[in-house]
């Protein structure tokens, strides 16, 4: 779940990291309120969980109340990458000398959270890194040992960090360690970190993205999700626990098992199609569960055919079908079908299917393909089984390993030789005792 900046903000306050004073407003009014309130020049910023505000002109600087009131105007409302603004930040505006970047990542190759900095900041660290990378300092930090001093000093000498700024950074870096920690985060970034005019470190924007596999232990940040932001496909996927991530192709694709979704996946892009989403309707599927996603499939308007790829185990076949014309009662629909249903109750499955008007497949090759074909308008024509391959035996060109003969091993000599009668003598001498 991505936090919107306000929110990511008190988060980052709470763990010590300076943040300018401000709020948030849903009207120009409440906007013009609080600049009266700040008593000074204010920066209106949109709120929406999308980078790149500033650019977009979601970012505006106001010198009175009534600019600031002015600018609310503008912006809420604005659509900023395909999300409307419903609400704006009016924080005091910062005397900015410098922008720096400060994120805490996962890094997965290196198996370690990640720090990264740039004295770069302001723009996206993506583009700093495909231009100029080596202006990123990165520090790998230890599960058990936390983020260093060291580390963080070392990251404040890499930025040209002077004097009380450094022990300062060093408090924000490792509140900003403790945030993501705590949040169960994915990603918590300060972009940018900015050195005001007077030589002090100010986080001016905020990020946090948290990992939803750890939500169950957070009640904490749930009443943060923004569900007007969440595209009315994603909120009903999560009401019926479906994992469903939507993609810009032509294919929707409903199957049971994140591993098997991305064969599908891959199995339609090797055959000239493209998928229309991600979707796993998990184990032992109910039928509402499947007409909820076939629902979600149906509603994105690329889609042009639906790939229904089930492995019947925990899931049975029949109830996918029962699902499956249960939806087709609710949203009639003109797209054509291509259903593969194999294992527990497959026969019960198809019989279901039998008066549904719906394209059936034995393999997932053939599937795809019918898929793709339908996809496009074609008609499918069976692809020719592939030539088969003369098997004709390598010649042999490695070398036989030549075998070493074993060199036996010197004997060791020792320093001292004790001869069998000394032996006898200590032997007998001990005996007599
Ligand atoms: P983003 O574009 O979505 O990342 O939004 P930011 O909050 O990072 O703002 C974009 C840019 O606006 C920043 O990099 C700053 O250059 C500028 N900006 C943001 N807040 C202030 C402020 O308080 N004062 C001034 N002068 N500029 C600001
Ligand atoms: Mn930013």
């Not at 979600?296 to 055919?305: E, G, T």
């Amino acid at each position: 779940m991505k936090l919107h900046e306000y929110q990511s903000k008190q988060i980052f306050a709470h763990y010590g990291i300076p943040i300018p004073k401000g709020r948030v407003a849903s009207t120009a009014e409440e906007a013009r309120q609080i600049a009266v309130e700040l008593g000074r020049r204010v920066v209106v910023k949109s709120q929406v969980l999308v980078g790149g505000r500033g650019k977009a002109g979601g970012v505006k600087v106001a010198n009175t109340p009534d600019e600031a009131e002015q600018m609310a105007q503008t912006i809420l409302g604005m659509n900023i990458k395909g999300l409307t603004v419903r609400k704006v930040l009016v924080d005091e505006a910062a005397d900015i000398q410098h922008e720096i970047y400060l994120g805490v990542v996962i890094n997965r190759a290196a198996r370690r959270v990640t720090m990264m900095a740039s004295a770069a900041g302001g723009m996206e660290i993506e583009q700093v890194a495909r231009t100029s990378p080596e202006k990123i300092v990165k520090v790998l930090i230890d599960p058990f040992i936390g983020l260093c001093d060291y580390q963080a000093r070392q990251i404040a000498f890499a930025l040209g960090l002077k004097g009380d700024q450094i022990r300062d950074f060093g408090a924000i870096a490792s509140g900003l360690y403790k945030t993501f920690l705590d949040c169960d985060a994915s990603l918590a970034e300060i972009n940018p970190l900015v050195i005001t005019g007077d030589g002090k470190l100010l986080a001016v924007d905020g990020k946090i993205v948290t990992d939803d596999n750890a939500s169950f232990r957070h009640q904490d940040l749930a009443v943060l999700r923004d569900v007007d932001e969440e595209t009315s496909s994603e909120a009903e996927a999560r009401k019926f626990g479906l994992s469903y991530i939507q993609l810009d192709g032509q294919i929707g694709c409903m199957v049971n098992g994140a591993g098997l979704a991305m064969t599908t996946m891959d199995i339609v892009k090797l055959f000239g199609g493209s998928p229309a989403n991600f979707l796993d309707i998990g184990g032992g599927a109910s039928a509402d569960k499947v007409a909820a996603a076939l629902r979600i499939i149906l509603a994105d308007p690329n889609v042009k055919a639906v790939l229904f790829n089930i492995f019947g185990g925990i899931t049975r076949c029949d109830e996918v079908a029962r699902g499956i014309v249960a939806a087709l009662k609710q949203v009639p629909t003109q797209v054509p079908m291509v259903v593969r249903l194999v294992g527990t109750n497959e026969e019960e499955g198809r019989a279901i299917l039998a008066g549904a008007q719906m394209q059936t497949a034995n393999t997932l090759v053939e599937a795809a393909q019918k898929a793709v074909a339908a996809a496009n308008g074609e008609e499918y024509v069976p692809a020719p089984p592939p030539p088969p391959v003369a098997y004709k035996p390598k010649a042999r060109t490695i070398a036989r390993p030549v075998v070493k003969k074993p060199v036996r091993p010197v004997a060791r000599k020792t320093t001292r030789k004790v001869s069998k009668q000394a032996t006898k003598k200590v032997i007998r001498k001990t005996s007599q005792k």
